[in-house]
Nanobody, 115 residues
Framework: QVQLVESGGGLVQAGGSLRLSCAAS????????MGWYRQAPVKARELVAV???????NYADSVKGRFTISRDNGKNTVYLQMNGLKPEDTAVYYC?????????WGQGTQVTVSS
């Protein structure tokens, strides 16, 4: 079994920054992909950024140049540095761990950006 524990959400003014963290524990494969999705009210859940255990990252077009995903494989932890936040970034952010046979989701952390 795998558990994902997120932290770092909160309320910030437009233009500000936040850093999300997600620590995975349990049966972690050495080869996996970790990432972040988000879901705003009345909108579908969407990919924000993902990163492989080898360090290859992909971003949604809407966050390129503002958000940076990174990971510490020794700690099974993924980070999302969010700069230049906009009100449209307001959402619940979910951490994911994708490994053979199953994808795991965190409980979500709220990010609210005020204008």
């Amino acid at each position: 079994q795998v558990q994902l524990v997120e932290s770092g959400g909160g309320l910030v003014q437009a233009g500000g920054s936040l850093r999300l963290s997600c620590a995975a524990s349990g049966s972690i494969f050495s080869s996996n992909t970790m990432g972040w999705y988000r879901q705003a009210p009345v909108k579908a859940r969407e990919l924000v950024a993902v990163i492989t255990s080898g360090g290859s990252a992909n971003y949604a077009d809407s966050v390129k140049g503002r958000f940076t995903i990174s990971r510490d494989n020794g700690k099974n932890t993924v980070y999302l540095q969010m700069n230049g936040l906009k009100p449209e970034d307001t959402a619940v952010y979910y951490c994911t761990l994708d490994q053979p046979l199953k994808t795991y989701w965190g409980q979500g952390t709220q990010v609210t950006v005020s204008s």
